[in-house]
């Protein structure tokens, strides 16, 4: 309590000058992956991954263990992340590209967002590439800065062409610098900024045998590394080196902003956040999957003198938290009435886990709008605490991923998969992955790894952390965890209640939210 007042009391008396710059960078798909997450005691991919970037800021500032997207899809995480709410109170930001029916009132209409508080207090706000919102939300388009191009976004594909990769990768690393610097032209003297860089390249599609060719990540070095719901193949291992490639060059990019906020004497009052907007797309019980693979991700945390080096954070956070921190930091509150909190008291020196929460709500609804013939979504909530993960499938009749390939065709070929995303199983991205798996789903070997990727859900699972951390154990109906259950169940229900869950009268199934067949 001490800490949270002193804290308080700072905030209540910085003036606009002292207030600091925030800097945002904010990946697509991208889990929890940095070398600063290397655990020698369990291994996995970030046993291979090289991110300086992010281990810098971890270095400098906090590193989140257990960090946790709203809804492990693109446009209701980025509107949890920019308003600090639950996704299902986002009305047309609750879903993937915004999906409104007639004339009902939007309750994202009369959202603020973060970025304009921070505007209307002085800030010099704006983004790079995808935003994937209404872009009222951070003050209008005059605010996207991309006028050095964004070949960030199509990272791989730009650089596996190139006569001279090593040129190539540092001409869209200048790119990034220039966009950055495009961005800082436009405010005034002493003005503080709000900066977020949004690159797409780790979301699907990617150049296959990139991440050894381009980042020399042999995949063989992932062998034994990957969670074990996954097939340990050499498909899955070069697909998912490929992805840990992108990743790399997200966190070159991150490098290249960091570098040019320190030439320009910025570093010491800038606020700096590293984090990405759900988990591994194109795998199974990655993007779309309220479990650990789909829905936590990197996060990484600076601000000299104001949160303590190498501060290491265990509890569970969720992103709904990072817009609550970043006003507060201004000395500001947000205007719409967020589910989260100021992550700043147990990040300063003498803070702790235990002036947190201690837990992230996590759903979804529709991801691709025609992954079920029905068009309906797939609704689930979850809650994850620091030893349990309780989630529940309000509709366990509906496919989790989507339909499986028509049985009156043929079998699509392992192109199709993975290229076309609709050839099967929609909320899961076309990938060399799914393909392996979808082309051999009747072998004996692979039928285990089905009910993790695609098969029918129960209405409920538990999974104990301490001894299952792969979540692959369903304890729902285990009479020795009756009490645990009823427990999360309880707490997770009250919050859906507390905050008018649509889902509850089932509104996501039918208009405003979406128009069934």
């Known amino acids: 309590m001490k800490t949270l007042f002193l804290f308080a009391l700072l905030t209540l008396h910085l003036g606009a000058a002292e207030r600091p710059n925030i800097l945002l960078l904010f990946a697509d798909d991208l889990g929890r992956y940095a070398s600063a ?12 991954i090289r991110t300086p970037a992010f281990d810098r800021i ?33 009305g047309s930001a609750s879903q993937l590209h915004n999906p409104w029916q007639g004339d009902a009132p939007d ?91 949004n690159p797409t390249n780790t979301h699907r599609k990617w150049i296959r045998g990139s991440g050894k060719a381009l980042w020399g990540l042999d995949p063989e070095r992932l062998k034994g590394k990957l969670p074990p719901f996954l097939p340990d193949n050499p498909v899955f291992r070069e697909d998912f080196a490929d992805y840990l490639g992108e990743a790399m060059a997200f966190d070159a ?37 309220v479990h650990d693979f789909g829905s936590r991700v990197l996060l990484g945390m600076s601000w000299p003198g104001r949160i303590a080096a190498g501060r290491v954070v265990g509890a569970p956070v969720s992103l709904v938290d990072i817009a609550p921190t970043f006003l507060a930091a201004a000395g500001l509150e947000s205007k719409d009435e967020p589910n989260g909190e100021s992550l700043l008291p147990a990040l300063a020196a003498g803070g702790s886990d235990a002036a947190l929460r201690g837990w992230a709500l996590i759903g979804r609804e529709v991801h691709v709008r025609g992954a079920r013939d029905t068009q309906l979504p797939y609704p689930v909530r979850a809650l994850r605490t620091a030893d349990f993960l309780y989630v529940r499938n309000f509709k366990p ?47 004996p070997d692979v039928k285990p ?36 259950l009823s427990e999360l169940a309880g707490r997770l229900m009250r919050e859906l209640n507390e905050n008018h869950d649509p889902r509850l009268q089932d509104d996501f199934d039918r208009a405003p939210y979406l128009a069934p067949k």
């Not at 990727?453 to 729902?476: C, G, I, S, V």
């Open 37 to 48: 997450y290397a655990d020698p005691q369990h291994p996995s991919p970030n046993d291979v």
């Open 58 to 90: 971890a270095a400098s500032g906090a590193r989140f263990d257990n960090a946790f997207v709203s809804a492990p899809s693109c446009t209701p995480s980025r509107g949890s992340l920019y308003t600090g709410r639950h996704f299902f109170r986002n």
């Open 107 to 197: 309750p994202f209409a009369t959202v603020t967002g973060m970025p304009n508080t921070l505007a209307a207090a002085g800030y010099h706000i704006g983004w790079s590439h995808k935003w994937h919102l209404r872009e009222s939300l951070i003050g209008g388009k005059s605010n996207e800065y991309s006028p050095r191009g964004g070949r960030i976004n199509q990272f791989s594909q730009v650089v596996s062409k190139a006569p001279d990769p090593a040129a190539a990768k540092a001409a869209i690393l200048d790119e990034v610098r220039g966009n950055f610097r495009a961005f800082l032209a436009k405010r005034k003297e002493g003005q503080p900024f709000f900066y977020s860089f």
């Open 253 to 289: 990019a991150c490098g290249v902003i960091l570098d040019e906020l320190e030439a320009l004497g910025e570093s010491s009052n800038t606020l700096v956040c590293i984090s990405g907007d759900h988990g591994a797309p194109g795998f199974p019980r990655g993007k779309c999957n």
């Open 397 to 443: 009749d509906r496919t989790p991923m989507g339909d499986p390939p028509d049985p009156a065709r043929d079998m699509p070929n392992f192109n199709k998969l993975a290229n076309d995303t609709y050839a099967a199983y929609a909320d899961i991205d076309a990938s060399p992955a799914k393909a392996w798996l979808v082309r051999h789903r009747d072998e």
């Open 449 to 484: 790894f089905l009910a993790f990727a695609w098969e029918k859900r129960p209405a409920e699972e538990l999974y104990d952390l301490r001894t299952d951390p792969f979540q692959m154990h369903n304890l729902a109906g285990d009479n020795d965890h009756q009490g645990k």
